[in-house]
């Protein structure tokens, strides 16, 4: 018999474990940011410690001016506009796709999907070299086309993830839209794009932080740095060969990250159902 | 895939307000084929996929029998590329091996290292989300650039982890300029981002029934035995989906070597994308590159392949 006295220390011992674990986990991070408001000459100085002895914001104002010119201010344009489009064709064109693979019958749908579930295992970086040959060819090298456009085919994973939501919406829901005088089309908009918002929420989110992370596309084709994103900026900006303001670095660095936490901790429940539901990769 | 099923079911139950399904009539829904209908609403994808996929892919075997440069015509020069691969490039091996030890060493521990963190979540009672969300958070942003030039400061000389040693009066060390040590910084990296497996071991965990490790309790086992007899069977079909889907991503890495080492000290981190990129984008020899590319799907797809096959003698199905 386990007595209260033991199941009490087993608690005990179990938050502070795992407390303890945390913060090892965190600890990267919150130095990140400590050092992020030290003074320059101080990063390095007992690097270890978290918090500087003297607070330093100048930092953030310092690095924000960019460099050749060009302010971080730009850069979170560029990022915020690839990321808008990019997140919209991939939402809107997956939605299409998911209704047509879950509700409708056609020809090869079978041999379609099997497509389907096969490029979605097919990374990126495979195909990158003949797909730059041929946006080179179309003359989209240094324009946001080649980062934008291949959203707007529909994104499997975003596809999977809409199908699964919709396979769970009742079908007699479709059939009473068909009596009540409904076609294939309008039961799409009608119905169940209604119904799949928070799938849709979901897709949003995640296309939201790969492409905010995105770092390989914009490096293959962006030249000009006033057209640079913030994760190709942020790279430049850190070169261990250009860095002498290295507190303003660790501000620059904290700063990219912040936009995607704050998604994160906003929307964390679609996130947490993203991942569990679908394997989506976090 | 076997966990499906479950969560469809799961997310039945969210749709309370709407009317259950029965099975019999789900099947006389659309009983009329719509081709015209179903090839309208997936033909951007059948147009994107024969565009930016299959013609792409294509594309890249046919170059690869090329010394294609991006400028210059390309002659077909046979299976030079890949003889060059095979017989003359010590960097091709190096690259090869590289990257086996990174994915064969950090794939197998974050996975054992989420799995070991969602048993020990799943016991939580008090304050579990929070823990979540917490241990969650390296995974949101491992990927980014910010995240890997940290990393390189973290290790770096007078970095963090230095500064700690010399604390505790150990020794130092040149983590990122030694050899031998360079690429566990960047293990540890992918081991960091444990936080997405965890979250899909956590969804598993929650769909093994109470009533089995009762029934199991009263028959006399104990923790470990109901452990490897019951938690670690009904977590296969999870396990098999993370070692697929985190091998093929663990072979793909390629922004932690190019930020954080660039590929150095003496190549000891020369991921195969990061040498192929260089191919392809700084010695221009898209040729080359292409082969590089096709060698590593063939790589990617005999894994797949084998992971599969070998999945009938260790992933359970629970057949209800």
Not at chain 1, 122 to 144: A, K, R, S
Not at chain 1, 227 to 252: C, I, Q, R
Not at chain 2, 15 to 22: I, Q
Not at chain 2, 211 to 224: F, L, P, Q, R
């Amino acid at each position: 018999m386990i007595t209260r006295k033991k199941r009490v220390r087993n608690k005990v011992i179990q938050h502070v474990s795992l407390i303890a674990l945390t913060a090892v986990m965190l600890y990267p991070l919150i130095w990140m940011l400590g050092s992020s408001f030290k003074e320059s000459s101080q990063v390095f100085v007992d690097a270890h410690r978290i918090f500087p002895e003297t607070w330093n914001f100048s930092n953030y104002s310092d690095g924000w001016k960019g460099f050749a010119g060009i302010t971080f201010g730009t850069f979170y344009k560029n990022t915020f506009i690839i990321v808008t489009i990019s997140t919209i064709g991939a939402i809107l064109s997956s939605a299409l796709i998911a209704y047509g693979f879950a509700r409708i019958k056609f020809r090869f749908k079978k041999f379609w999907f099997v497509v389907m579930m096969l490029t979605m295992m097919l990374p990126f970086e495979i195909i990158m070299i003949p797909q730059y040959v041929m946006f080179n060819w179309f003359g989209w090298i240094d324009t946001y086309l080649p980062l934008i456009l291949p959203t707007f085919f529909g994104v499997p994973f975003f596809i999977f993830l809409i199908m699964q939501f919709i396979r769970t919406i009742p079908t007699e829901l479709d059939q009473a839209a068909r009596i009540d005088g409904c076609n294939t089309i309008t039961i799409f908009t009608r119905i169940i794009a209604p119904l799949v918002v928070p799938a849709m929420m979901t897709a949003a989110i995640f296309s939201f932080y790969w492409r905010w992370d995105d770092f390989m596309a914009p490096l293959l084709y962006l030249q000009s740095p006033d057209k640079y994103p913030v994760s190709l900026a942020l790279k430049m900006f850190s070169d261990p060969e250009a860095v002498t303001n290295w507190g303003a670095m660790f501000a620059m660095t904290t700063l990219s990250l912040l936009p995607i936490m704050i998604i994160f901790f906003i929307f964390q429940r679609y996130i947490v159902e993203g991942i569990s539901t679908s394997g989506l990769k976090g | 895939m076997g966990l499906r099923e479950p969560e469809v079911q799961n997310q039945m139950q969210k749709n309370k307000n709407l009317p259950p399904t029965k099975k019999f009539n789900r099947k006389r829904v659309g009983r009329e084929f719509e081709n015209g209908m179903g090839y309208m609403f997936i033909s951007p994808f059948i147009i994107g996929t024969v565009m930016l996929t299959l013609f792409p892919i294509v594309y890249s075997l046919y170059l690869s029998f090329t010394n294609f440069n991006l400028v210059g015509e390309a002659d077909w020069i046979g299976l030079s590329n890949y003889q060059e691969m095979f017989t003359s490039d010590p960097m091709f091996k190096q690259a090869l091996e590289v990257t086996f030890l990174y994915a064969g060493a950090g794939v197998p521990l974050r996975l054992v290292f989420a799995l070991l963190i969602a048993l020990a979540l799943n016991k939580v009672v008090e304050a579990a989300g929070l823990y979540r969300t917490f241990l969650y958070l390296p995974s949101i942003v491992g990927g980014s650039v910010g995240v890997a030039i940290m990393w390189r400061q973290l290790f770096g000389n007078d970095g963090a982890l230095n500064s700690v040693l010399a604390s505790m009066g150990l020794p130092t060390h040149s983590w990122l300029g030694d050899p031998d040590t360079a690429i566990w910084t960047l293990v540890v990296l992918y081991i960091w981002q444990f936080g997405s497996s965890m979250l899909i071991f956590l969804a598993g965990l929650r769909n093994i029934p109470k009533t089995y490790y009762e029934a199991s309790s009263v028959d006399g086992a104990h923790k470990i035995q109901q452990f490897f007899k019951i938690t670690l069977p009904l977590l296969t079909p999870v396990i098999l989906f993370n070692l697929v889907m985190q091998t093929i991503q663990g072979f793909m890495a390629f922004t932690p070597s190019f930020i954080i080492t660039a590929g150095g000290p003496m190549n000891s981190t020369l991921l195969y994308i990061l040498y192929m990129y260089r191919n392809a984008f700084q010695f221009f020899d898209m040729g080359y590159a292409s082969a590089l590319a096709w060698f590593m799907l063939l790589i990617i797809a005999v894994f797949t392949a084998l992971i599969f096959k070998s999945s009938d003698r260790w992933v359970h199905y629970d057949d209800n």
